[in-house]
């Protein structure tokens, strides 16, 4: 049995840990889900006032005091993510099966391909603000090769394409995941394969049958990161947007920052829309980790 001391101990060393936790996360739990009941503008305690759910009754689709660009906001992000998530995952296990090749100079391709996930926001917003320029963007210019001026896509300019554009730069940015699924592709046993090909398994039923199953748990990872990131987008949104866009580009947590930040500061409010946002995301999340508990295959290799 554990002596006194080392119990002592352990509580030692756990306790800058529950001290943070207490202090950094759920204290200022706390106060945002007490504040999204108030109406407050940030600047004067005094200025406090009690409003309940009016709050999140604005946030309600349809109702009578319905915040139009909230609603606005909420269905752009749930938009973006459903394009930008599985797309990513695509390119990024794309590359990691070609990457996972054993040739000369791989390291090199590798490190180019994972180089745009470590390049800041700014630049990288800096560099696709030029490239999809309509007015002198190298895009619009090639495509004006085989397309009519006239029908030359508006890209972060109009409300229609400004989603799809950002949609592309989340996929340009997959070198993340893709280092997860390369080097879950590493530990998958070459016996498995060389089994699979002895039973007549072609490329595509190898890589369904042995390749999936086994990166499975990468593939659930990604995917639940991957859904928190795009629900959060903001430093994108915050950048490229532009009123020629129609909102086209307003994401929640642009909306958020927005009523926090600019006058006349509603702090409740934007408490508020993080509650709704943290509820969107657990709703989005549970669901796929109940059932990654039935096809996610979590074998060690031996």
């Given amino acids: ?45 005094g200025g406090i006032e009690w409003v309940g759910l009016t709050h999140y009754r604005a946030l309600i689709p349809g109702a009578p005091s319905t915040d139009e660009r909230a609603i606005k906001a909420v269905t752009n992000t749930l938009v973006y993510t459903v394009l930008a998530v599985p797309l990513n995952l695509m390119a990024a296990m794309g590359l990691a099966l070609l990457l996972s090749q054993r040739l000369r100079g791989m390291a090199i391709f590798r490190t180019v391909f994972f180089l745009p996930y470590m390049l800041s926001s700014v630049a990288t917003v800096m560099m696709w603000s030029w490239l999809f320029n309509p007015k002198f963007g190298l895009v619009n210019r090639v495509l004006s090769v085989i397309v009519a001026p006239d029908a030359l896509p508006g890209w972060l300019y109009s409300e229609f394409w400004c989603k799809p554009t950002l949609v592309l730069m989340h996929v340009w940015l997959c070198g993340g995941p893709m280092l997860v699924f390369l080097a879950a592709l590493q530990r998958v046993s070459p016996s498995l394969y060389e089994a699979a090909a002895l039973d007549g398994a072609g490329r595509w039923r190898r890589f369904w049958h042995v390749t999936l199953p086994q990166v499975s748990p990468a593939i659930l990872f990604n995917l639940v990161i991957g859904l928190i990131f795009a629900m959060q987008t903001f430093d994108r949104a915050y950048l490229l947007y532009d009123r020629s866009q129609n909102h086209g580009l307003l994401f929640l947590m642009l909306h958020l920052y927005r009523s926090a930040f600019d006058a006349p500061h509603r702090i409740g409010y934007a408490s508020a829309m993080a509650w709704v946002l943290f509820a969107l995301i657990t709703l989005m999340v549970v669901p796929i980790l109940m059932m990654g508990r039935r096809v996610v295959f979590y074998a060690v290799r031996r």
């Fill in 1 to 45: 049995m554990m002596s006194r001391s080392w119990r002592d101990t352990g509580w030692a060393f756990a306790l800058p840990w529950m001290i943070g936790m207490v202090t950094l996360t759920l204290v200022p739990m706390w106060m945002s889900w007490s504040l999204s009941l108030t109406r407050w503008d940030g600047l004067s305690l």
